[in-house]
């Protein structure tokens, strides 16, 4: 497995939000005893308060939604070319009924800054403890996203997570990873 190393928090940003966008990110929350993964194509990395930050939504019916409220932390994992296949089953199946990371091989490592692990198989990986969150409120949407993102309710709850440590494959190319 390549060496991490520690990079500035905004470094990839470009290319975490483009990768973001497709496949997709894996946010992980729990300890090394007990997580879960989970993909999400929706998310903020930024600057806020003064401070780098990532906000995720996480629906409340997500198996992930039960670790973060217990940690107060998560990790947002980019994962590295060829790994779409992953990133796509693990938005597919719940981790309640699934051990996702041993069914695809994934290697949980302990973050530097934050309980929730990293995974190793990943080129970035940013470490973000839970500073504010809210929940998204019907009243406020307007009416074209309440029919395309909650025709059924589930709103998420958003999680804005201060970006505590980043940390990439040493020898990190992202035209090849």
């Not at 497995?1 to 929350?29: A, C, N, Q, W, Y």
């Not at 217990?70 to 981790?95: A, H, L, Q």
Request: aromatic fraction near 10%; charge should be positive; charged fraction near 25%.
């Amino acid at each position: 497995m390549t060496r991490k190393i520690k990079i500035s928090p905004l470094r990839f940003i470009k290319e975490t939000i483009k990768r973001l966008d497709h496949p997709g990110l894996l946010l992980v929350s729990g300890t090394l005893k007990r997580a879960n993964v989970m993909t999400i194509g929706w998310g903020l990395p930024g600057i806020l308060w003064g401070k780098p930050f990532f906000m995720v939504a996480v629906r409340p019916s997500r198996y992930t939604f039960q670790f973060i409220e217990e940690t107060g932390d998560f990790t947002v994992n980019v994962p590295r070319r060829g790994m779409g296949e992953t990133v796509n089953y693990c938005g597919t199946v719940s981790g309640r009924d699934h051990d996702k990371f041993k069914e695809k091989r994934l290697t949980l490592l302990p973050s530097r800054q934050v309980c929730s692990p990293i995974i190793g198989e990943c080129v970035i990986h940013y470490e973000c403890r839970v500073a504010y969150k809210t929940k998204v409120i019907k009243e406020d949407l307007p009416s074209s996203i309440l029919s395309a993102c909650y025709p059924s309710g589930n709103y998420h709850t958003l999680y804005f997570g201060e970006i505590v440590a980043v940390h990439a494959d040493e020898d990190l190319d992202l035209e090849k990873n």
